[in-house]
């Protein structure tokens, strides 16, 4: 109980600056904290029983508004939970409220919230990442102590290397997406934020394993995954493709994360340096077609007759979702809409989506060949540092353009973890260590002695 509280007024003290909540569940956290308590008595608890968290804002709670950090949700309350909630809920985790996100998790910055913009707690002045990026801000800033996440295209992994903390996207079916609010639903995966390696194994042991609600869920068994969390890394072999240390990535970056190479080279894993991926470069293509055609799809169903907002005059039931939609979408989610309305049309089908998922399976198979050869693939989570809100709004390119680096990863389905490996001028930098699909334990493995090595985990940003 004494954790939640001092938690909670945490949140009071600091959210003011940083906007990591869209919702503080005060009285539903203080619920569960008494039932931790009586389970710790009990001595019925686990690992996460009474630990303080913070749920993505578009993951169903029941009795909680989920709203997708847009207009169309604003007064959603969903009458079930997700099953990764259900799952926390039954390990008896404190749910310390819901996170702000980029509308719909579309974005790269947590900038298209319909309820305002998210701070870097390093530098008030720059974003977080996106689009989880109120999760990485409140397990940065200490106003949960781990939360969840959604990865689309790096959502999870990409403010987490801005943040400085941990972020996994597990494998494409490793986690249920049961009760997910969906955007691109054959690259959407719910994963863990984290202070350290250790914590994201103790999460993905709770949130992870089939079900049957999800068609999308493999029925494979789910190990423990702090077993792998040997410290011991001597003789893995570990490729660095060089296509991801693209011409626009600033020096400084490099630097940080060639240092980090080395840094498990000595830990005695086998590093080999320009490894070639070479279709790495139409990843952003590829993505930027399949990711909004299947939002376009998704987000059909938002049309002011089922729930969700509605447009109270009109001629017409057309009128009305028409107004609905102008209302209650935000720029970026029309801009995608459009995209992927544009792709799925008649006589640009074959000529865009249908070419877009032949190179997602080049892409697919393209990695595994690298994995028939190395243990794990290890890249820069970010080419650049945090930018400044505002300085890629009215440039969607250069935004879509951060997340270069995380984007095949989910075209593959493959897992991803970022972990903290230093610093530039005071900003974070994060490294990515990539492995083969359901063998989170080997990047977990490498991520976690690699930590052992170093303190950048531990650093924490001077709130003001």
């Not at 985790?93 to 996100?101: A, P, R």
């Not at 190990?223 to 600033?250: C, H, N, R, S």
């Amino acid at each position: 109980m004494e954790l939640t509280k001092a938690v909670l007024a945490h949140i009071v003290s600091t959210d003011d600056k940083i906007h990591s909540y869209v919702t503080v569940t005060q009285d539903t956290a203080l619920k569960q904290a008494v039932d931790a308590d009586k389970r710790i008595k009990d001595k019925s608890a686990t690992a996460l029983t009474g630990i303080p968290a913070a749920i993505k804002d578009n993951m169903c709670t029941s009795g909680t508004k989920t709203t997708c950090s847009s207009k169309m949700l604003e007064n959603f309350v969903p009458p079930y939970n997700a099953t990764v909630v259900e799952k926390l809920n039954d390990s008896g985790m404190v749910m310390v409220g819901k996170t702000n996100l980029d509308e719909f998790a579309m974005g790269s910055s947590t900038e298209n919230s319909a309820f305002g913009v998210t701070s870097n707690p390093w530098d008030y002045d720059r974003v977080p990442g996106g689009s989880s990026g109120g999760s990485t801000t409140a397990v940065a800033a200490d106003q949960a102590l781990f939360a969840l996440g959604s990865d689309t295209g790096g959502s999870i992994r990409q403010p987490a290397g801005f943040c400085s903390v941990v972020g996994l996207k597990p494998t494409y079916g490793r986690v249920s997406r049961y009760g997910l609010v969906a955007f691109g639903s054959s690259l959407d995966q719910i994963g863990p934020v984290t202070k350290d390696v250790t914590d994201a194994a103790l999460v993905l042991n709770t949130i992870a394993g089939y079900d049957a609600k999800d068609s999308t869920s493999v029925n494979k068994p789910v190990p423990d995954y702090t077993k792998a969390l040997t410290g011991d890394i001597k003789g893995l072999k570990i490729g660095i493709p060089k296509e991801y240390f693209v011409d626009a990535m600033q020096p400084e970056v490099r630097t940080a994360i060639e240092v980090a190479i080395k840094q498990l080279q000595e830990l005695g894993a086998i590093v080999e340096w320009d490894v070639s991926l070479s279709l790495t470069d139409y990843a952003l293509a590829t993505y930027y077609l399949i990711a909004p055609a299947e939002a376009s799809a998704n987000l059909a169903r938002y049309d002011g007759t089922k729930y969700g907002h509605r447009a109270t005059d009109g001629d017409s039931m057309w009128d009305i979702m028409e107004k609905t939609r102008e209302d209650g979408f935000g720029t970026e989610v029309k801009r995608r809409i459009m995209i992927g309305t544009y792709a799925l049309s008649a006589g640009y089908y074959d000529a865009y989506y249908k070419k877009a998922q032949s190179l997602r399976r080049l892409i697919w198979k393209e990695f595994n060949q690298a994995f028939s050869k190395y243990d794990a693939l290890v890249t820069p989570t970010s080419p650049t540092v945090p930018f400044k809100i505002g300085e890629k709004t009215n440039d969607p390119m250069q935004m879509y353009l951060s997340d270069i680096c995380t984007l095949p990863i989910n075209i593959a389905g493959i897992p991803g973890l970022s972990v903290p490996s230093g610093f530039v001028d005071g900003l974070p930098v994060g490294l990515q260590i990539l492995g083969k699909s359901f063998d989170e334990e080997t990047i977990l493995r490498i991520g976690h002695a690699y930590q052992q090595a170093t303190d950048w985990h531990t650093k924490k940003p001077a709130l003001k």
